[in-house]
């Protein structure tokens, strides 16, 4: 099957979203009371510089060895990222609507307790159908963002054949992107996602090998600790073709 060189994907740097979101959890409120729309929602001084780190591990990669083009998610913060990231780089830069975040719908802005709360039909809803299927009123399942996901990708191997392409997105977008390239199980991917917390503006990637993707790093933030310096493979894991 055709098939990228490489495929690699970076959550967005700390939005301001994030700090406010997690204070609402710490905090025990029910809403997060974030201004913005989800869409308009910025970086964070913090998540600028993490941005910045991405942008001094790709310039330290080898010039074989840098993506040929970026595909970015039109939200706010995840284009700030990537074009902090890319500044100088000379890497294509395409926003693509359907690497947005999930859409949660009634479920925005409330937190667990507030969900818990406020719609306890949903959280017993959410509960029984689990979450890679659950569907909030007027949002998306994990299966929902699958389909949009699996059309970009088919449409990235017939564009980029042998190339090598860097996605900027969100949370759900890591997680899903290795449910795809690693032809994981709903309860696979859910023990991974129950596992991690996939930081702000780390990496993960697939190199091919043998006619097949493996995976190369997972969720690494090695560069956010020593800015410029390439990230140390994790162990390689057999991965199907995306």
């Known amino acids: 099957m055709e098939q990228l060189q490489w495929l690699g994907v970076v959550r967005h740097g700390q939005s ?6 997690e204070e609402a959890e710490t905090g025990g409120l029910e809403a997060i009371e ?3 729309r989800d869409a308009d929602v910025p ?50 830069m395409v926003v693509d609507e359907r690497l947005r975040d999930r859409e949660l719908g009634v479920l925005d802005l409330l937190t667990a307790r507030g969900v818990r709360a406020r719609l306890p039909e949903e959280f017993a809803r959410r509960a029984r159908l689990g979450k890679f299927y659950y569907r909030p009123p007027g949002g998306e399942s994990w299966a929902d963002v699958l389909l949009r996901l699996r059309a970009l990708l088919r449409e990235l191997r017939a564009d980029h054949l042998d190339g090598r392409v860097l996605l900027f997105g969100h949370e759900a977008t890591v997680l899903l992107v290795r449910y795809l390239a690693e032809r994981l199980s709903e309860a696979e991917l859910m023990e991974v996602a129950h596992a991690t917390t ?3 503006c780390s990496i ?16 690494e933030v090695v560069h956010l600790h020593r800015e410029g310096a390439p990230a140390t493979r994790q162990e390689d894991v057999d991965a199907e073709p995306v």
């Open 198 to 200: 996939v930081a702000n």
């Open 34 to 36: 974030i201004p913005e």
């Open 43 to 92: 970086l964070s001084g913090t998540g600028r510089e993490q941005a910045e780190a991405v942008g001094a591990w790709l310039a330290g990669l080898p010039g074989d060895e840098r993506p040929g083009v970026a595909v970015v998610s039109p939200y706010l913060r995840t284009r700030q990222t990537a074009e902090l990231a890319l500044a100088g780089s000379g890497i294509d």
């Open 16 to 21: 301001t979203g994030n700090v406010i979101a």
């Open 204 to 219: 993960s990637s697939w190199r091919r090998h043998g006619g097949a993707l493996r995976a190369e790093l997972f969720n």
